[in-house]
């Protein structure tokens, strides 16, 4: 269900005919390296009652993003009955067998991933890419990464520059970047823990539901990137507006 999108022929789009009936066998939730984003983490999280900082810690790689597997290969939460997070799973399952990319100008492209061979899913043509999507309930998610996407380059570009990474807790602390360049900014993944530091600091209370929960997040992000000192040529560094969000 992921990995690098390396073989994938990206020959469809959105009005694209296709079909998919999942017979939800779980085949495919064996030896997969499945990456979450924060929107993923936080939905995830709330289905099994934690934070998303002990979510981090229960259930990714030490200081990654990428779901645990049990000791034979299974999908953390792959469970007797099949997905035990069904409703609040990750975006890659959702889109399964489908891969997206986007291309110049924010055009949106997709791929057909092979089947796992036991596979016992119906492929066909009766629907269309962009119905598929939506009867997976992609939408929160697709919303989310546009947003976040720009964020999170702006980000590394920002702690490329001052060699520094912020901490989840949104203090303003500044600690050397750990040494795998994928964990470099894991601490700011966490929602949880950089929402509620945001508004301690502002004296608000920190909302309970998902989505303002997540926009609070970016907006806790843009203020960290506008609050940065001015780049040696002077300029302050100035959050952009990113060009992948979608309605
Ligand atoms: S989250 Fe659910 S659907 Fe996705 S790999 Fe795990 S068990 Fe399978
Ligand atoms: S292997 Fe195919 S039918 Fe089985 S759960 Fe995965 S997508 Fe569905």
Redesign the pocket.
Known sequence: MCGPASGLVFDLVSKSAFS?K????????YNKAIRVAPYEALRLSRSIGLTTTEFYRQCTEPGRTTLRNKPDGSCLFLTAG?CGVYFNRPLVCRL??LGQIIGPGGKEKYGRWP??P????LLGEEETVESYLHSQGTQLYFRFDGLYAGLQKQIFRAGSRTGTQMKGNGQGDRKPSPPAKEDRFFHWMDIDATVESYCRRRGIRKPGGLEILAALYLEAIRAWLAALPPAKNGRRWEPRKTGNARP
């Open positions: 998919f999942c017979q939800a066998c779980s085949a495919c939730c099949g399964f067998p089947l796992h036991d596979c016992l899913g």
